[in-house]
């Protein structure tokens, strides 16, 4: 657990940093058309800075027909018009590294659009040099779907053409057709596809999905998943043995890697659904920031998440440096999940672990997931699986900036409803409040920026019960504790000879009070002593 920060004499810009997710559509429409672009992130950036945040990864900008919201690309060396063009990200990438924030894009390599000019040439014949670009498999015996495995929005994985008589392989929906990575053309295409924005000076990517990218080459059924209940989707009625996580994704994730060390200070961070221990794989195979899923999913409880943090720090090497995320496009908000009064707790502990924090938008506010009524559902899984709370919308819903119409969103409709607290939750009414949870992100983001014992020292545990959970971080001579109330009740921290001077509540009210062997924590209160 107590890493040698030695390692660490150097931190890179997104090891002491904080990256900070932007979901495009819903940061700050410019042309009233009712969905964000790239001038309103452009117009934003003044705030980006004043937040303190190292890294805004953008969800992505490409051309596409926007059936999965952009992760279904036409063309990814590009810009969709409805975002701006390939001059306005250039101006932001500009403007946004003079104020020292790096910009990341999404890099979405396992599937395409089926609009996509090499997709539209590959199902145009059989001989179509294309083809082998993409998964195509003749029918089972039966003529059914060449095997059993399934399409995470739902369905079969297998999309049959009738123009070529053969199926092909979808692992999202059936217009994001899967490419083929053992294809050497398809690797050597996607790896332009990299260049071609490092060159425009990106600082990293999110790759999209990486587990994916190699399927099992006899494509073997899938065996029944026996912890499958039925409030889960139907993809997870099944074990993913062989449709994704295969040993020969090495050779591919290190390709990306290689490219991407030509280049100064760029970072690599790879959406990984995978139990804790999988990780370590994909930061061995050079990911340097395999997403850390863990708080998304466990319940909101001390032990678990004591447990959690000691298991992850267990597992990571030396060199391998952690990450948190609290939040993203595709699962409900945190201030959802665990109340209100809870997510600043958890601010607290995303922003004071060891490793890169992920904040999604809007989260800073403690922005709610908003209903949407099904008549005007967006997200496709929603829309394939109805009625069991798989839309991801809620999520998704604009940015709330200010108290005026639309939350200053748009001056014309909304593609998402604007949440209705925006008059009391939105940036402009929390930057000027000294108690506000975007206050409390600040001083936190500023905290763990000039505080090396807070971004790169070492983690320590000290307690954890069913209320409590408190560690330790240091560096050199400094030292902090930071012990998280996960509950409404007081508690009372106790430990013999500390000694120590709070610096932070979420409440922001307890400051420079002096504790001796021990101090009380109010109902959802952390203390950084
Ligand atoms: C990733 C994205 C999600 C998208 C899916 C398919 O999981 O985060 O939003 O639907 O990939 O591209």
Request: glycine share 6%; charged share 20%.
């Amino acid at each position: 657990m107590d890493v040698d920060t030695n390692v660490l004499n150097a931190p890179r810009w997104w090891q002491i940093g904080v990256l900070y997710q932007i979901y495009p559509r819903s940061c700050m429409d410019s042309n009233g058309d009712g969905v964000g672009d790239l001038q309103g992130i452009l117009h934003q950036l003044d705030y980006y800075r004043w937040l303190g945040v190292a890294g805004l990864w953008l969800s992505p900008i490409y051309p596409s027909p926007m059936v999965d919201f952009g992760y279904d690309v036409s063309d990814y060396t590009d810009i969709d018009l409805l975002f701006g063009t390939l001059n306005e990200f250039d101006a932001l990438l500009e403007a946004a590294h003079r104020l020292n924030v790096r910009i990341l894009m999404d890099y979405i390599p396992n599937h395409i659009s089926d609009q996509h000019p090499w997709f539209v040439q590959a199902r145009s014949a059989r001989n179509n040099p294309y083809r082998e670009w993409y998964i195509w498999r003749d029918p089972a015996s039966d003529g059914g779907p060449p095997n059993n495995w399934g399409s995470v929005f739902g369905g079969s994985a297998w999309q049959w053409d009738e123009r070529t008589d053969q199926y092909y392989l979808h692992s999202f929906l059936k217009e994001q057709p899967d490419l083929n990575w053992r294809h050497p053309e398809v690797r050597r295409a996607m790896m332009d596809v990299l260049r071609f924005w490092l060159n425009r000076g990106v600082d990293g990517f999110r790759i999209d999905a990486p587990a994916r990218l190699i399927k099992d080459a006899a494509f073997r059924d899938e065996p029944p998943n026996p912890a499958y209940t039925p409030d889960q989707a139907p993809y997870y009625c099944l074990l993913h043995t062989f449709s994704r996580d295969q040993a020969e994704l090495q050779d591919v994730i290190r390709l990306l890697r290689c490219v991407v060390d030509k280049y100064d200070d760029r970072v690599l961070i790879g959406e990984v659904y995978l139990p804790l221990p999988r990780l370590m794989f994909y930061y061995e195979m050079g990911v340097h920031c395999p997403f850390n899923f863990q708080l998304l999913k466990r319940a909101w409880r001390p032990l678990l998440i004591r447990q959690l943090i000691d298991t992850y720090e267990g597992l990571l090497s030396a060199e391998q440096w952690p990450n948190w995320v609290l939040g993203n496009h595709d699962v409900s908000r945190v201030a959802t999940r665990i109340g209100v009064a809870q997510a600043r707790v958890a601010a607290m502990l995303l922003l004071t672990l060891r490793g890169t924090p992920t904040s999604y938008y809007g989260d800073e506010i403690g922005m709610l997931d908003v209903p949407t009524p099904p008549a005007l559902a967006q997200a496709p899984w929603e829309r394939n699986v109805p009625g069991r709370g798989l839309g991801r919308d809620p999520a998704r819903t604009p940015m709330q900036w200010n108290a005026q119409a639309h939350a200053r969103f748009t001056t014309g409709t909304p593609w998402l409803p604007v949440a209705e607290n925006y008059a009391q939750v939105n940036v402009e009414a929390q930057r000027w409040d000294p108690c506000s949870l975007l206050t409390l992100y600040r001083r936190l983001i500023a905290l763990r920026a000039r505080e090396p014992a807070l971004h790169s020292g070492a983690c320590a545990p000290i307690v954890a019960d069913d209320r409590l959970v408190a560690s330790t971080r240091t560096s050199g001579d400094r030292r902090f504790l930071i012990a998280l109330n996960l509950n409404s009740d007081t508690v009372v921290f106790q430990q013999d000879g500390l000694y120590g001077r709070v610096i932070l509540s979420p409440f922001l009210d307890q400051m420079e009070t002096a504790t001796n062997d021990a101090f009380m924590l109010r109902g959802n209160e952390g203390l950084v002593v």
